[in-house]
């Protein structure tokens, strides 16, 4: 109770500001918290800016990376391209037989073959094997007697695979029973 008295004769009210009267070593150690707050406080915010900054920075390095992550295979085809309009250019300028055109185009498509390969695609193994519906679209269905039902008769379209994983359903017709 006296504690009570004391602590309420320490304080008077000046037009509602209230005047707390306390000792030195109390009024160093508030003082010393308080700049110690502060300090904190201007950590907290410069630790916050310096987050941000670096969220910002990697969001503009993610978007670099995926507007550039092809440019490798990119140049590669660009060779590719190359290739075939000398192909066209010597066969519209020169007039060149058939066979050597046909030739000309079947490297270029080797040279492509090559190119898909070393960057782990490959086409999807499908004539004559069991329809997977991971792996093939089934376009159509023809009658045969000769094979088992739902195997692949025939390619439409090529399907490939990138590092065992499918970028495209191989497009097929499947054959039923009758």
Same mark, same amino acid.
Not at 62 to 71: G, M, R, V
């Given at each position: 109770?006296?504690?009570?008295? $004391?602590?309420? *004769?320490?304080?008077?009210?000046?037009? !509602?500001?209230?005047?707390?009267? %306390? $000792?030195?070593? /109390?009024?160093?150690? &508030?003082?010393?918290? @308080?700049? $110690?707050?502060?300090?904190?406080?201007?950590?907290?915010?410069?630790?916050? @800016?310096?987050?941000?900054?670096?969220?910002?920075? +990697? *969001?503009?390095?993610?978007?670099?990376?995926?507007?550039?992550? =092809?440019? !490798?295979?990119? %140049? *590669?085809?660009? =060779?590719?391209?190359?290739?075939?309009?000398?192909?066209?250019?010597?066969?519209?300028?020169?007039? *060149?037989?058939?066979? #050597?055109? &046909?030739? !000309?185009?079947?490297?270029? %498509?080797?040279? +492509?073959?090559? +190119?898909? $390969? @070393?960057?782990?695609?490959?086409?999807?193994?499908?004539?004559?094997?069991?329809?997977?519906?991971?792996?093939?679209? @089934?376009?159509?269905?023809? /009658?045969?007697?000769? &094979?088992?039902?739902?195997?692949?008769?025939?390619?439409?379209?090529?399907?490939?695979?990138?590092?065992?994983?499918?970028?495209?359903? #191989?497009?097929?017709?499947?054959?039923?029973?009758?």
């Amino acid at each position: 109770m006296d504690e009570m008295k $004391k602590n309420h *004769e320490n304080k008077k009210e000046d037009n !509602g500001i209230a005047t707390v009267t %306390l $000792k030195e070593s /109390e009024y160093s150690q &508030l003082k010393d918290a @308080a700049e $110690k707050f502060k300090d904190i406080q201007d950590k907290l915010l410069r630790s916050h @800016a310096d987050f941000e900054n670096m969220r910002k920075r +990697l *969001e503009r390095e993610k978007q670099d990376f995926l507007k550039y992550a =092809n440019e !490798g295979i990119i %140049l *590669e085809l660009l =060779n590719v391209l190359d290739d075939l309009e000398r192909v066209i250019n010597l066969a519209e300028d020169k007039h *060149e037989e058939l066979n #050597a055109f &046909l030739k !000309g185009v079947e490297m270029i %498509l080797a040279h +492509l073959y090559e +190119l898909l $390969k @070393a960057h782990g695609v490959k086409p999807v193994d499908a004539e004559g094997k069991v329809f997977d519906p991971n792996c093939h679209e @089934a376009l159509m269905q023809v /009658e045969n007697r000769d &094979l088992p039902e739902n195997t692949i008769v025939e390619v439409l379209q090529k399907g490939y695979l990138m590092h065992e994983r499918v970028i495209r359903t #191989a497009k097929v017709k499947v054959s039923k029973k009758q």
